[in-house]
């Protein structure tokens, strides 16, 4: 697995758990962010990241731009989340809300994730959660 300055990184499908272990990038972006999953079937969770979020689905799809670019080549490739993913996965780091939020509000914040910036929405809910126990 090789690094570009782009972020981007070629993803050995086959070996993807011991290519993950030794990404360093994938392990800092998988302990400092805060992913949550919004839906378990089919599986998407959200990164909410500092500059923008991002919907991930499937741990195959990513609505990053380094994502876009990768698959654009026409290669397996992937993006930093979805390492980062994999690591929150075994980590036990991603924060499970699929069956406390209607399919609305899901909706909601993949749409407000893929046509804007940040999910304003999912904001509010972890708040609410936060601040009420
Ligand atoms: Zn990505």
Redesign the pocket.
């Known amino acids: 697995m090789s690094v570009g300055e782009d972020g981007i990184y070629d993803i050995d499908a086959s070996n993807i758990h011991s290519t993950v272990k030794m990404d360093k990038t994938a392990t800092a972006k998988a302990r400092s962010s805060r992913i949550i999953r919004i839906s378990a079937n089919p599986d998407i969770v959200v ?1 909410l990241g500092r500059e923008r979020d ?1 919907v ?1 689905i499937d741990s195959h799809y ?3 731009t ?2 876009t670019i990768s698959t654009g080549s026409g290669e397996l490739k ?5 390492g980062a993913l994999e690591v929150a996965v075994r980590e036990g780091l991603i924060l499970d809300i699929s069956s406390s939020i209607s399919k609305g509000e899901m909706e909601r914040i993949i749409w407000e994730v893929l046509t804007g910036e940040f999910t304003m929405t999912l904001r509010r809910i972890l708040h609410k959660k936060h601040t009420t126990g």
């Open positions: 990164f991002h991930l990513c609505s990053c380094a994502f992937g993006c930093s989340h979805i």
